[in-house]
């Protein structure tokens, strides 16, 4: 059964600093992983695609990696803003389409 | 991106009565949705997959008489709670895919609110 983990589970971090955020899953034989943001209350907004056979994908200040053997992906905010502050969950597709959710890791960022 | 709306964003309802939610893909065709529900401070838990003129497939544990799917466009589904009860009350949001299996990206509604009191 694929869990997926990640880490850490809260951060808190003064603004202009780079983050990583960790994603771990037990299962390698995953379809694509995604991240997504949540802020409180709201639902979830798709931030980065990463589909098994790619290594990394980029949308501006973020770079989200796949090393699918390992079983990791990371999410890296460059330079980071106090509007950054939210939930972040990575989820991978086992193929059909569900989504399997991480834990999420609470980020805020202070001016 | 795709487009979901997610209707309503919050109800609140007496105990015993039914409440529907309505999820819709505005600029695609979904041949899949999903719902999910989530507590507070918790990651989502998928409840059922919605398949476009067939039945929903519900995750071990979900009451299908209690939380009943419709899917009957590519554009709508919904998701009813039965005889709700406070235990019921959570955050159920929604996620539409459409085109071959393994390749889409998910995309989610606004998510809805439900209070049983």
């Known amino acids: 059964k694929q869990e997926v983990t990640q880490i850490p589970a809260a951060l808190s971090v003064p603004e202009g600093e780079n983050l990583v955020l960790n994603c771990s899953f037990t299962?390698?034989?995953?379809?694509?992983l995604q991240w997504f943001r949540q802020d409180p209350g709201k639902g979830l907004t798709s931030l980065l695609l990463?589909?098994?056979?790619?290594r990394e994908q980029t949308s501006g200040r973020l770079n989200a990696s796949l090393d699918k053997s390992s079983g990791r992906s990371t999410l890296y905010i460059a330079a980071s803003q106090p509007g950054d502050s939210a939930t972040y969950l990575c989820?991978?597709?086992?193929?059909?389409?569900?989504?399997?959710f991480g834990t999420g890791t609470r980020l805020q960022v202070f001016p | 991106g795709a487009v979901v709306s997610q209707h309503p964003s919050r109800v609140i309802c007496k105990s015993g009565t039914s409440v529907k939610i309505e999820c819709r893909s505005l600029?695609?065709?979904?041949?899949?949705m999903f719902w999910y529900r989530q507590f507070p401070k918790q990651s989502l838990m998928l409840m059922a997959t919605?398949?476009?003129?067939?039945?929903?497939?519900?995750e071990q544990g979900v009451e299908k008489d209690k939380f009943l799917i419709n899917h009957a466009s590519l554009t709508l589904s919904t998701l009813t709670v039965t005889s709700a009860h406070p235990e019921d009350s959570s955050f159920y949001i929604c996620?539409?895919?459409?085109?071959?299996?393994?390749?889409?990206?998910?995309?989610f509604g606004q998510g809805t609110r439900l209070t049983v009191v």
């Open positions: 996620s539409a895919s459409g085109g071959g299996a393994g390749r889409t990206e998910a995309f």
């Open positions: 919605s398949n476009e003129g067939s039945k929903a497939t519900y």
């Open positions: 600029d695609f065709q979904a041949t899949t």
């Open positions: 990463i589909q098994s056979s790619q």
């Open positions: 989820a991978v597709n086992d193929g059909t389409d569900k989504l399997i």
């Open positions: 299962d390698s034989a995953i379809y694509n």
